[in-house]
Structure formats: structure tokens, C-alpha cells
Nanobody, 123 residues
Framework: QVQLVESGGGLVQTGGSLRLSCAAS????????MAWFRQAPGREREFVAG????????YYADSVKGRFTISRDNAKNTVYLQMNNLKPDDTAIYYC????????????????WGQGTQVTVSS
């Protein structure tokens, strides 16, 4: 079992930055690919960014490339999402998710989810 707890969401103006964190329980954190998804009202949950267990591979949705950076610290069992140049379209609940290797983008392949953290970008 893996438990995930997100933090770092909030309200920010267009062009601002936020850093989300996701703390994971368990002793085999490096075995898990980690990802961030988001869901806006009335929309399906969508993949935002993912990172392999070692941190050597990352993948981003086209909508966030160049603005968001995913990283992980396996010694701290934590994954991060640095979000820069935020836009109103980035407003959503952001979820952290974990699955055993390999890194994939489909939400249905992830076994563990956090409770989500709200990100609101004002125009």
C-alpha cells in the first residue's frame, strides 16, 4: 500500500508560480512511477506530468511543456511539480498518483491516488 498526500495548492495570479508536493508512504518509493493529473469542473481527469522511479525519465502534456517541471527526491519519498507562468486554464484540482513501473499517461493504470489539492489561477 502507498499513501499519497499532496500540498502546495492555492490561489495565484496569471503568470505566477506554485510548487506542489506529494509525500508518499512506504519503503519502496523508487519502484513507483509518479505522476500528476488534474481535473477541472466538468472535464475529465487529464495527465499533466510523470516521472520514472529513478527520476531519469519525465514526460509532460503538451499544454504544460516549458512551464511545469516534475521532480522527485527518493530519499524523502516526495515528488514535486513546479508550475511557472500559470494560466487560468491551469485551474483544477491536482492529484498525485503512483504505479509500479513503467511510466504511463493513462489514469486508469495508476493504483494509488492522493486526495487532491486545489490550484486556482485568477485572470
Amino acid at each position: 500500500q502507498v499513501q499519497l498526500v499532496e500540498s502546495g495548492g492555492g490561489l495565484v495570479q496569471t503568470g505566477g508560480s506554485l510548487r506542489l508536493s506529494c509525500a508518499a508512504s512506504g519503503r519502496t518509493f523508487s519502484s513507483y512511477a509518479m505522476a500528476w493529473f488534474r481535473q477541472a469542473p466538468g472535464r475529465e481527469r487529464e495527465f499533466v506530468a510523470g516521472i520514472s522511479g529513478s527520476g531519469g525519465s519525465t514526460y509532460y502534456a503538451d499544454s504544460v511543456k516549458g512551464r511545469f517541471t516534475i521532480s522527485r527526491d527518493n530519499a524523502k519519498n516526495t515528488v514535486y511539480l513546479q508550475m511557472n507562468n500559470l494560466k487560468p486554464d491551469d485551474t483544477a484540482i491536482y492529484y498525485c498518483a503512483a504505479k509500479l513501473r513503467p511510466l504511463l499517461t493513462a489514469a486508469a493504470t495508476y493504483d494509488y491516488w492522493g486526495q487532491g489539492t486545489q490550484v486556482t489561477v485568477s485572470s
